[in-house]
Structures are given as C-alpha cells and as structure tokens.
C-alpha cells in the first residue's frame, strides 16, 4: 500500500498549526479512500469466481440454449408449413 505525504509548507498563507491540520485531514481522506480501492489480487479473485460460476453453469445453459432452438424451430417451421397449406389451398380453388 503506498502511502502519501503532504508538505504543510505549501499551504501558504494560514498559520502552520492550520495547514498541519488540513494536510492531517487530507491524509486520512486519502487513506480510507486508497484503503477501498480494488487490488490486482482482488481482480484475480473475481475473476477466478466468475469463471468458476461459468463453468459450473455452461451445462445447464446448454441445455436451455437446445430447447430454445427447437421452441425457435418450432415456431419458425410450423408457420412456413401453414402458409405452404393455405397457398396450395388458393391456387386449388383459382382456375
């Protein structure tokens, strides 16, 4: 963890006791803040987790994805047959 440091001399213009003060207050602002970022190790981490979760589920969604396709063909082809019906079903009855 890095850790920043301030100069209070470069508050120009208030009393060194003041400047202190604010370079103190900067300072633990800066640290809880830093504190709460992300780590490359906690990137890792979740990443590692998400591909995990992903293999554990590519089963299950494969699964899914198979009945999606037959529902899919299943709409597209039982329409074209309808429609294939009704167009014979026209030319039929027109001399």
Excluded: C, Y
Excluded at 21 to 43: C, I, M, Q, R, W
Aim: no cysteine; hydrophobic share 45%; charged share 25%.
């Amino acid at each position: 963890m890095s850790t920043l440091t301030f100069d209070t001399l470069k508050f120009a213009g208030v009393p060194t006791t003041h400047a202190e003060a604010e370079a103190n207050v900067l300072s633990e602002v800066f640290e809880t803040n830093l504190g709460e970022l992300a780590t490359k190790a906690d990137l890792r981490e979740v990443e590692t987790g998400l591909r995990h979760e992903i293999k554990e589920s590519e089963p299950a969604l494969r699964q899914e994805m198979s009945g999606m396709k037959f529902e899919l063909l299943k709409w597209l082809i039982g329409p074209a047959i309808v429609q294939a019906g009704l167009l014979i079903g026209l030319l039929k009855f027109l001399p």
